[in-house]
């Protein structure tokens, strides 16, 4: 079972409950994940080199929110990341959207997912600039996410930072020691004004001013796994088809970890309920939902050498885009590709 065949089966039962409130970018997705190599995006032809026969592949969607596509690019903005890491602790902070805000998250997006991720950002340059004994420029990497283990509704900003920073004009790595980056309170309360503060300006008005607010602040190891753990929800969607586990007809169940337990736990509901789960987790058109800040940002490049040879790290190699190598079914030798058909030419 995988996850177009669930959105085939269910669709029409799913259009006639829900068609009436998707988003213009959840209708692309809807479309993407039943067409993803059916022929509805075209095909590929192909030709052998050893034995010279001709075959043809049908085209991906390429849209994130399919499950089947986009491995190539988590792969490679890992290893870009990979790129950067440096031999210091690093720390987990996330920055959760309160409950009383979700809804207003859900009207408008791409505002209040732009919002959550600057302030959150600003939050931990401010607290790196003004910490007593510290004033340095941390580097950031951020990712948004917007469902829990179970797929539920939960926007929230997941940052991997490395446990320091630069301080320019002394040319001098400044490190940062203990179990926390810091004090999750105090980020929570900064956040707070700084999100609020935000939203007001953009014109958008809560319907309540959330009382608790939650940032939580862990230890990373040395940030390799926490950012594989970012990687896998960059653009794959959001459930993978390993994790359906059975379909009776009118109920999907699906197995997620526990994160308490670490245990794998089960939910079933109705089809067209499941197909409503995953597509509120639809990002609006041309949103990065991975953005690095400080001296990880992409036009920081000089700042990340000053910090690399502050910290006496290796400069590594410079990346190469793999070229996708198709294998022939008769030979087992390499295809080439010599076309690409539309769906609307004669084959």
């Not at 630069?166 to 001098?172: A, G, L, P």
């Not at 956040?191 to 300006?201: K, P, Q, S, T, V």
């Not at 079933?268 to 499941?274: A, N, R, S, V, Y």
Request: hydrophobic share 35%.
């Amino acid at each position: 079972m995988d996850l177009a065949t669930v959105f085939e089966r269910y669709r029409g039962r799913f259009l006639a409950r829900h068609g009436g409130t998707l988003t213009a970018d959840q209708w692309s997705a809807c479309n993407a994940i039943t067409g993803c190599r059916t022929g509805q995006y075209g095909e590929l032809v192909l030709a052998c080199q050893e034995c010279h026969r001709s075959d043809t592949r049908f085209c991906s969607c390429g849209h994130r929110a399919c499950n089947q596509c986009q491995q190539e690019a988590a792969q490679q903005w890992l290893a870009r990341q990979q790129q950067k890491l440096l031999p210091v602790p690093y720390y987990l902070v996330t920055f959760t959207l309160p409950f009383a805000l979700r809804q207003l998250a859900k009207r408008h997006p791409r505002t209040v997912y732009t919002l959550l991720m600057r302030c959150a950002a600003e939050t931990l340059r401010r607290f790196g600039h003004n910490k007593n004994g510290f004033t340095a420029e941390l580097g950031l990497c951020a990712v948004l996410h917007t469902h829990t283990r179970q797929l539920d509704y939960h926007p929230h900003v997941h940052i991997v930072v490395p446990g320091g920073g630069i301080h320019q004009r002394r040319r001098e790595w400044r490190g940062l020691k203990g179990d926390y980056l810091f004090n999750g309170r105090a980020l929570a309360a900064a956040f707070r004004g700084a999100f609020l503060g935000a939203l007001a300006d953009s014109g958008l008005r809560p319907p309540a001013t959330p009382r608790r607010w939650i940032v939580h602040c862990t230890q990373a190891g040395r940030g390799l796994q926490a950012l594989q753990y970012l990687s896998r929800y960059l653009y794959r969607g959001v459930i993978s088809d390993r994790n359906l586990l059975a379909d009776d007809g009118d109920h999907i169940t699906f197995r997620y970890k526990d994160s308490r337990t670490n245990s794998w736990q089960t939910r079933t509901l109705p089809g067209e309920e499941f197909i409503a789960l995953v597509l509120q987790h639809v990002l609006p058109k041309g949103f990065r939902r991975a953005r690095d800040y400080g001296f990880l940002h992409g036009n920081a490049r000089a700042l990340l050498c000053l910090v690399q040879w502050v910290l006496r790290t290796p400069v590594p190699e410079s990346l190469r885009k793999a070229r996708k190598v198709f294998t022939c079914p008769h030979c087992r030798g390499d295809m080439h590709v010599c076309g690409l058909r539309r769906r609307w030419e004669p084959g």
